[in-house]
């Protein structure tokens, strides 16, 4: 009997591969054994795939801890120097996993750049909208796509005929994926995120960040902020694929949810407040200024 | 050379009153100093070089219309270029204009109506023309289209008639549309080619003139850019309001990139594409 999508997501043991530039970046540190780890911290969380990894065994049964690790900080900390060189180490063998060059798939510098983008955003707009999780909008908005990775990198013969249909149709990619696997990229990063067990709220940003009124009471204006972060970062012009889509974002349930909470929102010039957003785009390009002098 | 005399306060006031009654434009005391650099010719040929008995010269019985065209021709700024915003031009070819056009495919009518209103040279209005030529490629004659570029200023309108243009205006076209729809001229300008001219329809009207407005109804898309900045508020309500009336459902309306119709007009929808916006008349509830 073939594996269900679920079980082959459920199966998979190796590391995410990180970006090359992070990677790079954090070679270089490793190779100081004083190196600080809160400078460290900064630099796997400037990277999808290492802070997933990290976070992953933060929270494995091996360390048994009675609270989830839910910051890059945290996890640096508690791991030492020591486990995350053999984490760097890992990944270097997992970085073979490159696909095919003639193909399309995900551009992996606009995958990363938009995840940053969200991450970097979701800070923002979680400040602005006083949600309660503020201190894990960042890693959850850097997280949210993870599963775009995941199915890129592990099931790229399916994955790549999504990628091509975005760009055909220009349709968004989670329509794309429905259509080709019946499921989108938010289930099946939930899926790998609660087989590591990563605290629920990352898991529940990624699956339901394309339907915020799933999410739980509890974690819904977070989930609602990091939508609205990873919207607004590919209307910024930080997407990636081929989806140029205009949305009416006061329709949104992204929206909705957060001006539930914030009555105020009503009020706000959206296209001004998105033009004035220039200041994050700063945020956002300095981080890949470092990344491209790597 | 001399330095010419500024307008006094007096008559700042009375030039300023006069043009923003004719075209809804307010030369704030910010851009005071604009409205005396392009109005110092004209008055320096005026009889007695004072603004105020100038404009009453104007107002009065014996007024000369194309007086007062000339001092319009002046004030009004109609800095444009084809392919103006290229992230607007985006949201236009990829999203908007496939939208419209099928819309009216579903329902088997090929009567496509498009206003760029302030359209100054008309540059506005023939890059909507090429980019619905390139959308429906050889059917474009199984449609159609009327373009209607309408503005204030006589010399522009005049501009976009004769459809002829200096080879700066066209510098974001891109070089095989500029092969495919204009024509080089002797003296080193670009014709657009009659396929092209043919869908638009040029003439002038004022935006703040509603019964003028009127006649630019039944539209699919208006394109209002950057022709408001210097609006006061209830001169942009207004010309808003035309807009939405004149638009029909579902239809799209587009500023000036850096301009919101926020606090302006609450019927219109927020649409945010990538790096550029466009307002559209959702249907009615
Ligand atoms: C800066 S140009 C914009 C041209 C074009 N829409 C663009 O964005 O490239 C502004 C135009 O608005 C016109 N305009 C100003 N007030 C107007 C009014 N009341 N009625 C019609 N046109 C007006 C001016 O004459 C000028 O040509």
Redesign the interface.
Known sequence: MSKTLRQRIEAIRTYLPPIPGVFAELAQLLHDENVDLRVLGLVIGKDPAMSINVLRIANSAFYGLPNKVKTIEHAVTMLGLKEITGVCMACAAARSFKARTGEQHVDLHAFWLHSVATGVLARTFASRFRVQQQGQAYLAGLLHDIGQLILDRFLHDLYKQVVQLTYDENIPVIEAEVRVLGESHGTVGGWLMDKWQLPPLFSEVATCHHTVSKASEENRLIVATVSLADQIARLRGFGFGGDETGVILEDTEAFRTIQQAQPSMGELDIARFIMDLDRTDFDIASIEEMMNAT | MQPEKSLTDTEFIALRDFIYKKTGILFSERNRYLLDARTREILSQARDKNAVSYIRSLCGPGGDPLEVNRLINKVTITETSFFRDPHQI??LT??VIPEVAARHEQFGSRLLRIWSAGSSSGEEAYTVAILLAEHLKGRLSDWNITIFATDINEDAIEACKAGVYKPYTLRNVPRDLQEKYFLATSDGRFAVRDEIKRLVFAERSSLTDPAACKKYSGVDLILLRNVLIYFTTDAKTAVLQSCYENLRDNGYLFLGQ?E?A??INHSF???????A??Y?KPLPR
Do not use: C, R
């Open positions: 985006a949201a990829k999203n850096s919101t926020f606090g929808k927020l649409v945010t594409f990538v790096n916006f466009a559209k």
